[in-house]
């Protein structure tokens, strides 16, 4: 995997999410930080769907913070790859 830098993709506008991602320390993994509204909700969905996307493109020992004001699934796959592209990551494939 190439070296990531920081980046982010999303607003704080209402049904957004701003993802920002940043490099992890060697052999720290995923770290995902979540602030949401509808934390209680459906805070398990939106980190396995950042999960999913994350591990489909290959990315290990990376920092993410994600701030979600509602948004949809779709979005929130297409704010995490828009962040992995502009931290560096070479895209595997992209989600239609």
């Not at 909700?41 to 996307?53: D, L, M």
Request: aromatic residues 4%; glycine residues 8%; hydrophobic residues 50%.
């Amino acid at each position: 995997m190439n070296e990531l830098k920081p980046a982010q993709a999303g607003t704080l506008e209402s049904n957004d999410i701003m993802i920002t991602v940043a490099p992890g320390a060697q052999g720290s993994g995923v770290v995902l930080e979540l602030e949401s509204i509808v934390l209680a909700q459906y805070g398990k969905a939106i980190k396995e769907t950042i999960f999913a996307v994350i591990t489909e493109q290959n990315v290990t020992d990376i920092y993410i913070k994600a701030v979600d004001r509602g948004a949809l699934d779709c979005t929130i796959q297409a704010r995490t790859l828009a962040a992995l592209a502009r931290a560096g990551v070479i895209l595997q494939k992209e989600l239609i």
